[in-house]
C-alpha cells in the first residue's frame, strides 16, 4: 500500500504538468475470456488512469462488451491479469467492482420508467431516516440531493418527480452518469452511451463524460463512433477480433487515422490489392497503403 501511495503522489505531479495521466486505478495485462471454446478476447493490455477517457472502439463482436464485462465484474476473464490500484484482482460480481469504485452504465440502464427521476437516483440505496421499526424513506434528503448532484454535473431538469420513462435516452444516459458519481466511482464505464441517439443528445452525453473527467474520474467509453471517440478521449483502443489492434494516445494519432482504422483499414488495402487483379473492378476510389501509411508510428498494443 505504501508503494502505491508514493505513485500516487508522483501521479498527482505528472498531472500537473498537464501530460501524463494518472496512476492507474484498473488495468488488464494480457487479458482474455473465453467462453467454452469461443475466444473472445486475447491478451488485451488497458490501463485506465484516473482523470483520462479511454476509448474502447472496435466492430462488432470484437470483444468491447466482454472487456468491460471483465472490468466491471460481470465476468471473469480466463487469462492474464487485471488489477485494481495495482493489487489483481477477481470480482464475483459487479458488487465487487462497485465496491472497488468500479461502475458501469449500460445502454439499457436498469432504470425504472415510471418511477421519478429522485427516485431512480437512489434505487437500492435509499436514504432512510428514523430509528427502526419507524425508518422511512427520506425523501425531502433524496430530492434536495439529486437536484445538488445532478447540478453539479450541469445537468438541469425541469422536474424531479417527472417518471424517468419520460427523458429522452440522453437524459437518462447522464442521471446515470450523475448517480455513479454521487456513489463515489472512481471508474465510470459506458457501453455505447451514444449508438441510439441523435447528434444533440450524443453531444450532450459527450459533455458529461467530459464533466466526470475533470471530476477526476477514470472513464472508459465504448463506442463504435471514431468521431465520438476524438472529441472527448485520451486514449483509443481499437480492438479486432478479440486482439488488441491499436492503442494510442491522443498525440500520436488523427481522427482521420482513427477512422481509418475503424473502416478496417489494412484489411481495405489487403483488398484493394486484390481486386485491382480483377477485370472491370475500379480501385481508385479505396483507401490503398499508401493513405494509411500514417498510422505506421503507432505501434499496436503500445
Ligand atoms: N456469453 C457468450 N457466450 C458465447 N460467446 C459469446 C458470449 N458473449 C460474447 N460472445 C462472443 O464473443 C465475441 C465478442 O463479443 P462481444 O459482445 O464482446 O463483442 P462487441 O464488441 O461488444 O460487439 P457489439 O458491437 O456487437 O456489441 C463474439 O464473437 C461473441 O459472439
Ligand atoms: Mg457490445
Same mark, same amino acid.
Given at each position: 500500500?505504501?508503494?502505491?501511495?508514493?505513485?500516487?503522489?508522483?501521479?498527482?505531479?505528472?498531472?500537473?504538468?498537464?501530460?501524463?495521466?494518472?496512476?492507474?486505478?484498473?488495468? *488488464?495485462?494480457?487479458?482474455?475470456?473465453?467462453?467454452?471454446?469461443?475466444?473472445?478476447?486475447?491478451?488485451?493490455?488497458?490501463?485506465?488512469?484516473?482523470?483520462?477517457?479511454?476509448?474502447?472502439?472496435?466492430?462488432?463482436?470484437?470483444?468491447?462488451?466482454?472487456?468491460?464485462?471483465?472490468?466491471?465484474?460481470?465476468?471473469?476473464?480466463?487469462?492474464?491479469?487485471?488489477?485494481?490500484?495495482?493489487?489483481?484482482?477477481?470480482?464475483?460480481?459487479?458488487?465487487?467492482?462497485?465496491?472497488?469504485?468500479?461502475?458501469?452504465?449500460?445502454?439499457?440502464?436498469?432504470?425504472?420508467?415510471?418511477?421519478?427521476?429522485?427516485?431512480?437516483?437512489? *434505487?437500492?440505496?435509499? *436514504?432512510?431516516?428514523?430509528?427502526?421499526?419507524?425508518?422511512?424513506?427520506?425523501?425531502?434528503?433524496?430530492?434536495?440531493?439529486?437536484?445538488?448532484?445532478?447540478?453539479?454535473?450541469?445537468?438541469?431538469?425541469?422536474?424531479?418527480?417527472?417518471?424517468?420513462?419520460? *427523458?429522452?435516452?440522453?437524459?437518462?444516459?447522464?442521471?446515470?452518469?450523475?448517480?455513479?458519481?454521487?456513489?463515489?466511482?472512481?471508474?465510470?464505464?459506458?457501453?455505447?452511451?451514444?449508438?441510439?441517439?441523435?447528434?444533440?443528445?450524443?453531444?450532450?452525453?459527450?459533455?458529461?463524460?467530459?464533466?466526470?473527467?475533470?471530476?477526476?474520474?477514470?472513464?472508459?467509453?465504448?463506442?463504435?463512433?471514431?468521431?465520438?471517440?476524438?472529441?472527448?478521449?485520451?486514449?483509443?483502443?481499437?480492438?479486432?477480433?478479440?486482439?488488441?489492434?491499436?492503442?494510442?494516445?491522443?498525440?500520436?494519432?488523427?481522427?482521420?487515422?482513427?477512422?481509418?482504422?475503424?473502416?478496417?483499414?489494412?484489411?481495405?488495402?489487403?483488398?484493394?490489392?486484390?481486386?485491382?487483379?480483377?477485370?472491370?473492378?475500379?480501385?481508385?476510389?479505396?483507401?490503398?497503403?499508401?493513405?494509411?501509411?500514417?498510422?505506421?508510428?503507432?505501434?499496436?498494443?503500445?
Amino acid at each position: 500500500m505504501t508503494e502505491e501511495g508514493s505513485d500516487a503522489t508522483e501521479g498527482a505531479a505528472v498531472r500537473k504538468a498537464g501530460t501524463a495521466p494518472g496512476p492507474p486505478v484498473a488495468e *488488464l495485462r494480457g487479458a482474455g475470456k473465453s467462453y467454452g471454446t469461443v475466444r473472445a478476447l486475447h491478451g488485451v493490455d488497458l490501463t485506465v488512469p484516473a482523470g483520462r477517457v479511454t476509448c474502447v472502439l472496435g466492430d462488432n463482436g470484437a470483444g468491447k462488451s466482454t472487456l468491460i464485462k471483465i472490468v466491471s465484474g460481470l465476468h471473469r476473464h480466463t487469462e492474464g491479469s487485471f488489477l485494481v490500484d495495482g493489487t489483481p484482482v477477481r470480482f464475483d460480481s459487479p458488487r465487487d467492482a462497485l465496491d472497488r469504485g468500479i461502475a458501469a452504465v449500460y445502454q439499457d440502464l436498469a432504470t425504472v420508467p415510471l418511477m421519478p427521476v429522485w427516485r431512480n437516483f437512489f *434505487l437500492g440505496s435509499e *436514504l432512510t431516516r428514523g430509528p427502526w421499526p419507524v425508518r422511512r424513506l427520506d425523501i425531502a434528503r433524496m430530492k434536495e440531493t439529486a437536484d445538488r448532484e445532478l447540478r453539479d454535473m450541469g445537468i438541469v431538469l425541469d422536474d424531479l418527480e417527472q417518471p424517468v420513462g419520460t *427523458l429522452s435516452g440522453g437524459q437518462r444516459q447522464c442521471v446515470a452518469i450523475a448517480r455513479a458519481v454521487h456513489f463515489g466511482a472512481r471508474v465510470l464505464i459506458l457501453d455505447e452511451p451514444t449508438a441510439a441517439l441523435g447528434v444533440r443528445q450524443s453531444g450532450v452525453v459527450l459533455k458529461y463524460i467530459a464533466a466526470a473527467r475533470e471530476r477526476g474520474l477514470g472513464v472508459v467509453f465504448i463506442t463504435h463512433n471514431p468521431h465520438h471517440a476524438y472529441m472527448v478521449g485520451d486514449h483509443f483502443a481499437v480492438l479486432r477480433l478479440g486482439t488488441l489492434e491499436l492503442s494510442a494516445g491522443r498525440d500520436e494519432i488523427t481522427l482521420e487515422e482513427l477512422t481509418n482504422h475503424m473502416a478496417g483499414g489494412a484489411e481495405l488495402a489487403a483488398l484493394k490489392h486484390e481486386l485491382a487483379q480483377v477485370r472491370g473492378v475500379d480501385v481508385h476510389g479505396l483507401p490503398g497503403a499508401a493513405e494509411l501509411g500514417g498510422t505506421a508510428g503507432v505501434t499496436p498494443g503500445g
